[in-house]
């Protein structure tokens, strides 16, 4: 939160959420003397602690958590982590829980290969059979797909891609996603070997990934890339490249998409809100050891992925755990994980159940899902990504209280910095332009993540520092209200044109709400 005179910004942000409404009722109220006025100034307030503020001579608490947060503009990772919120702040207590009272970590401890420890193989989801594969091409000039985006990535990118197809299409191409990996999409756009840059049809199996093409309406058809395998367009990762290894390369181009967050995710029927880092170290790091990460002691409900995907490698940075060294079982895709935990219905195998999945995924099935907030080292309290279990505004990853997120990546082979395929050239037109018309941002909020635009902390390496963001371009007050049922925070104002955006601070009409920028 910014600094404010007079209390300004502080006092439009409880306004916000009705905490007059406490005022009137006398709850918030700290009267100190009843016949004189109490303050003229917020600096008249600090005596009394928590931040309030001064209202009409009256301090009043402003509800702003945690006890000890940072007020000001936060600089260090600290100052983020605890910057002061109305943000619900959940606790989870590492000395009682996981005999941790010193503000140390716990060790790691090698899992063994098997059932107690990660298996090296995916387990298919309950529902999978032994389906026939794909009997039509993606490639079929007779039927509308003569031009084809080739593209290949992590299992959390199809509910994108279905958001992104209609507007791919327009263009002309139609686009065509193989599920592999973060790192195996890195390595297939750095391969110095030109074999390495293609995608191949799969051997017929029960957990073979067929490539799909997505149409109009964004509708995904299993299809056949043929013998000889096509070479890949865009190579998509929820990570950034050197975390797969690669080192930088002048012939590959790398274009930012929106931010995704990653979560830790349990059972519906799970009584558990919260995790820390040290927690889930305990947990993915050495397998519920001794029973100090109860009730998650049981590494064969654990439902992980591989060393591979962007989500095993964003959780391990955050909880110090290499991707490679989890306990658990590697479920294959994100679906996977989702699948099998939500069809656990013996209460005390729920309570013991602990996965990791993007946010989207669990956006799509809360009804049977259930986040953890994560209280990273130096933070005073848990947070989800939203500010509420009940809400889906991103506004813990937007401000920085929740630490797990990250941009896609879309890398291509470039030549004199310009896509060398024309479906890449057509990909990168529409996904990753600066000014974000209004059908990309529907497509990014339809599928749960933040565009850039609407977002107000930055980084520029996997889970790195922190840094205050201004975006050029600036979406927050449209965003806001997709979210909001078309409801527009208060501060926001509707425009049809920059001659409505009478305000000083906020000129500019962008997606018809006055903007900073």
Known sequence: MRNAPAGQARRRTVEAVGLMALLAAGACTLLVDRNSSQCQTDGDCAKFGNHPYCQSGVCVESGLQPAHCFYGTPQTPQDFENQCSLAECLSFDNCARLGICDGGSPDLLSPDDGGSGVMSSPVASPDAGTPAGPTVNCMDPTNGRAQVIYITGSSNFPPLLAKLAPLLVQQGFTPVFQTSSSCAAVNSVYASDPSGQ????????????????????????????????????????????????????????????????????????????????????????????????????????????????????????????????????????????????????????????????????????????????????DQECAYLPDSTESQIDKANVRDGHYPIWGPLHFFTNVSDGIPVSAGAQAFVSVATVARIPTPLLDAFIGASLVPTCAMKVQRSSELGDLSNFVPPYQCGCYFESKLNSGVAPAGCQACAGAADCTNPARPACNNNFCEAQ
């Not at 093409?213 to 929820?238: H, Q, R």
């Not at 995790?275 to 305990?282: F, G, L, V």
């Open 198 to 377: 293609y995608i191949f049809d799969p051997k017929p199996s029960a957990s073979a990934k067929y490539a799909a093409y997505y149409d109009m309406n964004g509708a995904a058809t299993p299809c056949l890339l043929g013998p000889n395998g096509a070479p890949v367009d865009i190579g998509e990762s929820d990570i950034f490249a050197s975390t797969c290894g690669p080192p930088a390369s002048p012939t590959v181009g790398e274009y930012l998409g929106p931010i995704q967050a990653m979560v830790f995710v349990v059972p519906s029927l799970s009584g558990q809100t919260a995790i820390t880092a040290e927690a889930a170290k305990a947990v993915f790091g050495a397998g519920g050891a001794a029973g100090v990460a109860a009730p998650w002691t049981n590494p064969d409900l654990y439902f992980v992925r591989n060393a591979n995907t962007g989500t095993q490698q964003m959780i391990g940075h955050a909880i110090d755990v290499p991707a490679d060294a989890f306990w658990g079982i590697d479920r294959g895709t994100a679906q996977s994980v989702d699948s099998l935990l939500r069809v656990i219905a013996d209460p005390a195998r729920a309570e013991q159940a602990i996965g990791i999945i993007s946010a989207d995924y669990y956006d799509a099935d809360r009804g049977n899902l259930k986040a953890l907030a994560f209280k990273a080292s």
